[in-house]
């Protein structure tokens, strides 16, 4: 039976059904240059099409996945695809999402490099986000994957950097090339409170790691955190998610070292 659901409650088994039946796709959302604000990435996320014409989102049907270990069999399909996907955006890097339970499978390493090779996707071009939806159990081995991936050219960033398990720690114990302030602090921030903002920049900065804010979604959230030094950003301002073929006509016409503006779209 077709997943249907348009409101949570989905079990592994709907999950490895939605993905056989090729109702999995993904969304990109431009990540721009606080410099120059041109698109530098796109970052993957996942999307669920419902037979209603409606999308599921992660929050939907995330915790399942993590929980019931399927989260690394849809970001194996989800790396597939998105270095499919990011070979029509040449001189664009594609973030993809990866769960710390993907790190912890043995053959982690070995999948994205057949996948690389599959696809011809350059490694220089892709980027690994750590979410924070579970802890990294197993530090050493998780630090020599990741190790191993910058070692192949890959980048990787700790996502949603500040809240959940996504802490200090981790700073100290992997290796890393960037991290992404959660948009909760991007949220909270006003003319009084944007002093946590700044420090995280800094802390970033001083580690000489790229720093990327998301949940940019006011010209005033933007002034700020470049002024704060961050390098890149991200959120609504710029763009909201968009399909494949979106990102494709976005790039066609030249818009991918074009600026972007405020977006309404999907
Ligand atoms: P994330 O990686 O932190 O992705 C950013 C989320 O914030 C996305 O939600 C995006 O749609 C939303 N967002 C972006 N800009 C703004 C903004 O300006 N304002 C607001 N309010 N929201 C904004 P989405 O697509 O629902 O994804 C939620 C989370 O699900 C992601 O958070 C990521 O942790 C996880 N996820 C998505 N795709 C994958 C995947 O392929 N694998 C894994 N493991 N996790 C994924
Ligand atoms: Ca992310
Ligand atoms: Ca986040």
Redesign the pocket.
């Known amino acids: 039976m077709t997943v249907h659901q348009s409101d949570a409650a989905y079990t592994q088994d709907d999950l490895a059904q939605a993905l056989k039946r090729n109702q999995f796709t993904?969304?990109y959302?431009p990540i721009v240059s606080a410099k120059t604000a041109r698109t530098v990435t796109v970052?993957?996320?996942?999307?669920m099409r419902l037979p209603t014409g409606h999308m599921a989102?992660?929050?939907d049907f995330?915790d399942v996945?993590?929980q019931s270990g399927f989260?690394c069999d849809?970001?194996e399909w989800?790396?597939q695809r998105?270095c499919a996907d990011g070979l029509n955006w040449p001189g664009v890097c594609v973030a993809?999402?990866?769960?710390p339970?993907?790190l912890q499978v043995p053959g982690f390493l070995n999948t994205v490099r057949r996948i690389l090779n599959e696809t011809g996707f350059p490694p220089d071009r892709l980027e690994l986000?750590l979410?924070?939806?579970c802890p990294v159990e197993d530090f050493p081995r998780a630090c020599a994957t990741l190790t191993a991936l910058r070692q192949l050219g890959i980048r990787v960033a700790l996502?949603?950097f500040g809240v959940g398990y996504s802490g200090l720690i981790y700073l100290r114990k992997l290796p890393l090339d960037k991290i992404?302030i959660?948009?909760a602090f991007?949220?909270s921030m006003d003319e009084q409170s944007d002093v946590l903002v700044r420090s995280i920049v800094q802390l970033g900065r001083n580690l000489g790691l790229t720093v990327t804010a998301?949940?940019?979604?006011t010209s005033e959230h933007q002034r700020v955190l470049i002024e704060a030094g961050c390098h890149e950003l991200?959120?609504?301002?710029f763009s909201?998610?968009l399909p494949a073929g979106d990102i494709d006509t976005l790039f066609g016409c030249g818009a991918a070292s074009a600026r972007l503006r405020i977006a309404g779209a999907a």
Not at 43 to 47: D, I, N, Q
Not at 214 to 217: A, D, I, L, M
Not at 234 to 237: A, F, N, R, T, V
Request: a negative charge; glycine letters at 6%; zero cysteines.
């Open positions: 993904l969304n959302q970052e993957a996320l996942l999307r989102t992660p929050p995330m996945a993590e989260v849809l970001g989800a790396l998105a993809v999402n990866i769960s339970k993907q986000e979410t924070e939806h996502d949603d992404k959660d948009r991007v949220e998301e949940g940019v979604e991200q959120g609504y301002l909201r998610p």
